[in-house]
């Protein structure tokens, strides 16, 4: 089945020590989005890729980078994680289309020691 | 900018009565209007979308969801709740022609009692 997958499910990281999250799909999507989510909260976009052209939220901080070195991957860095950073971390993917619609993947949770 | 309100942060109902979830929308132009919904430590799940054409849109898991411009409101309904309906829904919206960014409610925790 085509599909968005993270890996991992579930990261602890330290303190500081860089962490980096992984999206992959099989969709063949041209936009592949990276969301931040708290606590059941609204999901926050990061940034987004568009084919190679990448789009960041004026509010991502900088801690926060992200890598697209293909159509099918796409990696989130967190350069020195916080303790404020943890969180449930969520990729997605739409084709352009009118309405597009944003599939999601399992996301990652990550727990910051 | 644009923006969504749901209204109820918990919504319990009774198993096999029916349930509605409310969002309202504000946009500058035409929406398109989106409900996920999301169980605990998953991704959002696509139910349904409007994009222009017949205001009431049926999507996934006999969910449906009637749009009202005039209303400015999106609620997502169900004819009779099942107990795996409970789980968090979030309404999203975009503004046709604008960038693709989608903007989220703060979710509803619908719960179906048994």
């Known amino acids: 089945d085509a599909m968005v997958i993270q890996n991992p499910r579930y990261q602890v990281t330290q303190f500081g020590k860089p962490v980096t999250l992984s999206c992959s799909q099989t969709l063949n999507h041209n936009v592949m989005y990276w969301y931040q989510q708290k606590s059941s909260q609204a999901p926050k976009l990061l940034f987004h890729y568009y084919d190679k052209d990448f789009n960041n939220e004026a509010d991502t901080p900088d801690n926060f980078q992200s890598r697209r070195p293909n159509t099918s991957f796409c990696f989130l860095d967190i350069r020195s994680p916080g303790l404020g950073d943890a969180a449930m971390y969520l990729c997605?993917?739409?084709?352009?289309?009118?309405?597009?619609?944003?599939?999601f993947g399992p996301g990652t949770r990550l727990l910051v020691l | 900018a644009q923006s969504v309100a749901q209204p109820e942060d918990q919504v319990n109902v009774a198993e096999g009565n029916p349930l509605t979830v409310k969002c309202t929308y504000s946009?500058?132009?035409?929406?398109?209007l989106f409900w996920y919904v999301q169980y605990p430590n998953r991704g959002l799940q696509f139910l349904l979308k409007?994009?222009?054409?017949?205001?009431l849109v049926k999507g996934s898991y006999g969910f449906e969801a009637e749009f009202n411009k005039s209303q400015t409101s999106f609620h997502l309904k169900k004819p009779s709740a099942l107990v795996s309906d409970s789980a968090l829904y979030f309404c999203?919206?975009?503004?046709?022609?604008?960038?693709?960014?989608?903007?989220f409610g703060s979710g509803t925790q619908l719960t179906v009692l048994p």
């Open positions: 999203a919206v975009r503004a046709s022609g604008s960038a693709r960014q989608l903007t």
């Open positions: 409007y994009i222009t054409g017949d205001n």
């Open positions: 946009v500058s132009g035409n929406p398109y």
């Open positions: 997605a993917t739409s084709r352009v289309a009118v309405g597009e619609t944003q599939y």
